[in-house]
């Protein structure tokens, strides 16, 4: 295989994660989520030959990104849109700048996951295993939907603090 | 008490933040950039737990090859880059769809099929009550001379079940209407701690045993029960082979593209019907309809299918056998 295409592998690898958060964030439903990942995927690849090395390949591909949310939103006339074009914009740009260490810290997840136990695991499953929101768990484990939402959230804090207490005691690196 | 930001981004993430409280949200990133980076950071790792605990991946590889139409240039050479794989799970759902585009094959793995049956079972836990129609395809029958020994064919002919109506409810509970070879109707249920039959001629029968009329029913004698959908969801996760298959353009088209279809094959010396298809909601994981090819059901071998025609919630006195017959009519407990 041509070098080129390995080198373009290798730079998706590391940015698709940011790129992946990025959409995440601007595109709610999971599944157009991937949707729209892949298309970003697919053109970040056939646009690579054009790539100028010298910049920094998150962030173009984060405006290859950009382009391909603007198409998303504007072919959906989505009435769920919660960012406006600014925030969208501004969104992007924090992204980009956020530190690929950061990404690479994430990998100790699956460590503070397999810690999780009983409720807390099975509120976790049931939020991003079968992409149910706090409602629908309520009403599955006799719980009210703000109960649900607080635990989520301190799971959630639960989990980056154990991502952080990993990477301060391996240096970052999983 | 005015809410936290990281209340606010907590609610964006489960989406529960009415429309004011979004525009809150997004003035308050607005407002510093040291916002939007912490905004950032929550949703990388929101993002990175959906992708470890969500798909695995393989629904990707599934999307990939209906939002591509076809192979483009030098993507087709990611084919033998393997060793890109295990750089990330991200990275390796983006060569695996690539592969599966370039070789127009999508072969998703067992795992994934199981995930989504869960996902099918969590759905039927979020109603109460569902109406299906049932509709007999075809009926084998086992070879005269070659009389089976086994009680169910010692006993009184079962009711045909061709359009009929079934009611089923949690707990158990369910009401069976169908008519009788000369017309007349024929109700059978369970309010789940009696079963009862209400045959046009005769006596209401009733039984403290909830399995005594359910034989009605196929289903009941290999564990996968109609009359209780989680059960019988659960037990294909036990005794079949889980797969993906496509459904015919126009019956895609005509479900509005929204629709995925399950197939479960029952593996050698389980017991059940041979073949279980289930056609539901891509989005939610609601079941549309079901077909069960080789459904035992006493000496008979039915291929029926299930419709979904309702999920209204039906009055709360519907499983009793009251409801279903005249005060006047006997009514004569077994025991």
Redesign the interface.
């Known amino acids: 295989m041509d070098e080129r295409y390995q080198q373009a592998i290798r730079y998706w690898t590391l940015a698709q994660p940011i790129v992946s958060a990025y959409v995440a964030a601007v595109v709610r439903d999971f599944r157009d989520r991937d949707d729209v990942l892949q298309e970003i995927s697919v053109a970040v690849l056939e646009a690579f030959p054009a790539y100028d090395p010298a910049r920094p390949f998150t962030a173009w591909a984060m405006g290859i990104a950009r382009n391909q949310i603007g198409t998303y939103l504007r072919e959906r006339k989505r009435n769920r849109l919660v960012f406006d074009a600014e925030t969208v914009d501004l969104l992007a740009v924090a992204f980009e700048q956020l530190d690929s260490a950061q990404s690479r810290q994430l990998d100790f997840l699956q460590d503070c996951l397999a810690k999780l136990e009983g409720r807390a695991r099975q509120l976790c499953e049931l939020r991003y295993q079968n992409d149910l929101k706090p409602a629908a768990i309520g009403s599955l484990l006799n719980m009210t939907p703000n109960t649900v939402a607080k635990s989520l959230q301190r799971i959630r804090d639960q989990l980056r603090q154990c991502i952080e207490r990993h990477a301060a005691r391996e240096g970052g690196q999983p | 008490m005015i809410p936290s930001p990281?209340?606010r981004i907590?609610?964006?993430?489960?989406?529960?933040?009415t429309a004011d409280q979004?525009a809150e949200?997004?003035a308050w990133?607005?407002a510093k950039?040291e916002h939007?980076?912490i905004?950032?950071?929550?949703?990388?790792?929101?993002?990175?737990?959906?992708?470890?605990?969500?798909?695995d991946g393989v629904?990707?590889a599934i999307?990939?090859s209906t939002?591509?139409e076809s192979p483009?240039?030098?993507?087709a050479?990611?084919w033998?880059?393997s060793s890109?794989v295990r750089?990330?799970a991200?990275?390796a759902v983006?060569?695996f769809?690539l592969m599966a585009l370039w070789f127009t094959i999508v072969t998703p793995t067992a795992s994934a099929a199981i995930?989504e049956l869960?996902?099918i079972i969590?759905n039927s836990?979020?109603t109460n009550d569902r109406t299906f129609e049932i509709v007999v395809e075809e009926i084998t029958t086992e070879r005269r001379g070659k009389r089976s020994p086994r009680p169910e064919t010692q006993r009184p002919p079962k009711p045909p079940l061709d359009e009929a109506t079934l009611y089923v409810r949690a707990g158990n509970q369910f009401v069976l209407m169908a008519k009788l070879q000369d017309g007349l109707p024929f109700v059978t249920g369970s309010n789940g701690q009696q079963s009862w039959a209400v045959n046009p001629r005769g006596p209401v029968k009733v039984s403290d045993d909830v399995n005594e009329f359910n034989r009605d029913l196929p289903g009941h004698e290999s564990s996968v029960p109609l009359t209780n959908l989680h059960d019988g969801l659960e037990q294909l996760k036990v005794a079949y082979d889980l797969t993906f298959a496509a459904l015919g353009p126009e019956e895609y088209q005509a479900e509005d593209g929204h629709v995925t279809q399950l197939i479960a094959v029952k593996k050698p010396k389980e017991r059940g019907p041979q073949r279980v298809e289930i056609v539901y909601d891509?989005?939610t994981?609601g079941i549309l309809r079901m077909r069960f090819i080789q459904m035992p059901y006493g000496p008979d071998r039915l291929d029926l299918r299930l419709s979904l025609v309702s999920e209204e919630e039906l009055p709360s006195d519907f499983f009793q056998h009251t409801s279903h017959h005249t005060p006047d009519r006997k009514v004569e407990v077994e025991n």
């Open positions: 990281s209340e907590n609610g964006y993430l489960d989406d529960v933040l979004q949200l997004s990133i607005k950039p939007a980076r905004f950032a950071e929550a949703i990388l790792l929101h993002d990175r737990l959906r992708n470890t605990l969500g798909t629904p990707n999307h990939l939002t591509i483009r240039g030098w993507l050479n990611l033998s880059m890109f750089a990330s991200a990275a983006l060569v769809g995930r869960d996902r969590v836990m979020r891509g989005a994981g």
